[in-house]
């Protein structure tokens, strides 16, 4: 019964996945504050090849528009691609995010938890965790509405 909604929501994950094609995101995507010294070939090339979810770039518009004074402290899709890597390379089933802010990286991260929960725990009921802290209601309201989105209600725990 948990395998066959564990099933469910992997496939509504993967279609969401597979709706993002490579390419320029929908929601203009410039950083050049974090692209970290890379020459902007490459960062142009990382970005337009990202297969960003459809509810991610939701995400990123609606944090542009609630927060246009913060872009610093928001992930964009090649950070979120790497931290998802990381955390699936490193095998972690538990991990700990310091500053959700609306939310973009835990969904990354959570995503990465529960693949790796998938294959390497024993039981099928844990779905691994990531325990997210933040003090900030209103954008921790943003994140657990996207949370919802990408069936990771379980996995991640928000403590304020």
Known sequence: ???????????????????????????????????????EQLFAYIVDHIREPDDLTELRQVTLERYPKAPTMAVGPDQGAFLGWLVE??????AIEVGVFTGYSSVCIGLAV???????????????????????????EIASRYWDRFGLTGTVQ???
């Open 158 to 160: 928000a403590l304020r």
């Open 114 to 140: 529960q693949r790796n929960a998938d294959r390497l725990l024993p039981s099928k009921r844990d779905r691994g965790t990531l325990l997210a802290l933040d003090r900030d209601e209103q954008t921790l």
């Open 89 to 94: 390379t490193m095998g972690a089933t538990r």
């Open 1 to 39: 019964d948990d395998r066959d909604d564990r099933d469910d929501r992997d496939e509504r994950v993967d279609e969401r996945v597979d709706q993002a094609t490579p390419g320029t995101p929908s929601v203009a995507f410039e950083s050049p504050a974090k692209n970290f010294g890379m020459p």
